[in-house]
Nanobody
């Protein structure tokens, strides 16, 4: 069984930075592709970023490209999302996910609020 716990959310002013962390518990962290999605109030959940199981490949939504960086720390079984140059439209609950063939696990989310 995989469990994902996000942390690092909070209130930040526009232009500021936050770093989100997702702690993975379970077996075979290195087998999972990891990612982040977000859901703003009243909107659907959208893809933000993903990283391959090896860490060799990363993918970003156009809206965050150049501002957000996803990485994985295999020593700590964690995936990080460094968010810079934050904008009010980045306000959302951010969810971590772990994907392996046929299944995706989700965390419960962490709230990021960007004030203008």
């Amino acid at each position: 069984q995989v469990k994902l716990v996000e942390s690092g959310g909070g209130l930040v002013q526009a232009g500021g930075s936050l770093r989100l962390s997702c702690a993975f518990s379970g077996t075979s962290f290195s087998s999972y592709a990891m990612g982040w999605s977000r859901q703003a109030p009243g909107k659907e959940r959208d893809f933000v970023a993903a990283i391959s199981w090896s860490g060799d490949h990363t993918y970003y939504a156009d809206s965050v490209k150049g501002r957000f960086t996803i990485s994985r720390d295999s020593a700590k079984n964690a995936v990080l999302l460094q968010m810079n140059s934050l904008k009010p439209e980045d306000t959302a609950v951010y969810y971590c996910n772990a994907a392996v063939t046929g299944y995706t696990y989700w965390g419960k989310g962490t709230l990021v609020t960007v004030s203008s």
